[in-house]
């Protein structure tokens, strides 16, 4: 079955300052993984995805993820956090296999301190 | 991407009663999702609209309780019945792109 963990509930970093949000999955085929965004009262966002190919993605807003097979991960990353990434943030697992059903981790919700 | 609007965007609904949140979809699509967000939670998938067939149902959701209509490949219709408190919580339908889904902006759902 699949499933995603998001071990950081929540995580605090200072403008400014790198950021990587932590995903890893379980899925028994090729995943497809992605990550979104939800600000508050808002609907969910795409931030990227990946199917194949480069291990490295580059999504919208500045933000990257790596896909490590060998770890079962896909680590949210951005160089320099703005006062507007604050949000919460979901990693998410899908695929052919399972119909392209997503399976969502619990978030983690980004706080930027200034 | 597609353009995704969902009405109402909120709603208090007494228990007892029932409630259908719409989704509208500005392309022709194949598969529609419906999700549920409780307070302080993560999505949770409740079923799966293809346009002409039933609606498939995740583990722990019911027909009866969340009957979904999917009438053409740019609309479908979820409906919250016989509400309690513990239905409150924020609905989401979304789209399949080529693999990755997109979302609408969500109904928040109070139930008193």
């Known amino acids: 079955a699949q499933s995603v963990t998001q071990p950081d509930i929540h995580i605090t970093v200072s403008e400014g300052a790198s950021l990587e949000l932590r995903c890893n999955y379980s899925?028994?085929?090729?995943?497809?993984l992605f990550w979104y965004v939800q600000s508050p009262g808002q609907g969910l966002q795409l931030l990227l995805k990946?199917?194949?190919?480069?291990?490295l993605v580059q999504g919208i807003k500045g933000f990257e993820a790596e896909f490590k097979r060998s770890q079962s991960s896909f680590n949210l990353r951005k160089p320099s956090v703005h006062w507007s990434d604050a949000a919460e943030y979901f990693c998410?697992?899908?695929?052919?296999?399972?119909?392209?059903?997503?399976?969502f981790g619990a978030g983690t919700i980004l706080r930027v301190k200034s | 991407s597609a353009v995704i609007s969902q009405k109402p965007s909120r709603d208090i609904c007494q228990r007892g009663t029932s409630l259908t949140i719409q989704c509208q979809v500005d392309?022709?699509?194949?598969?529609m999702f419906w999700y549920r967000q409780q307070p302080g939670q993560s999505l949770t998938l409740i079923a799966t609209?293809?346009?002409?067939?039933?609606?498939?149902?995740e583990s722990g959701f019911v027909i009866d309780k969340f009957p979904i209509s999917r009438p053409n490949l740019t609309f479908s219709t979820l409906t919250v019945s016989n509400m309690s408190p513990e239905d409150s919580s924020i609905y989401l339908c979304?789209?399949?792109?080529?693999?990755?889904?997109?979302f609408g902006p969500g109904t928040r759902l109070t139930v008193t």
């Open positions: 979304s789209v399949l792109g080529t693999y990755e889904q997109y």
């Open positions: 899925y028994g085929a090729t995943p497809y």
């Open positions: 990946y199917f194949s190919g480069d291990t």
């Open positions: 998410a697992v899908g695929g052919l296999e399972y119909g392209n059903k997503l399976v």
């Open positions: 392309s022709q699509v194949t598969m």
């Open positions: 609209a293809n346009q002409g067939s039933e609606a498939t149902y």
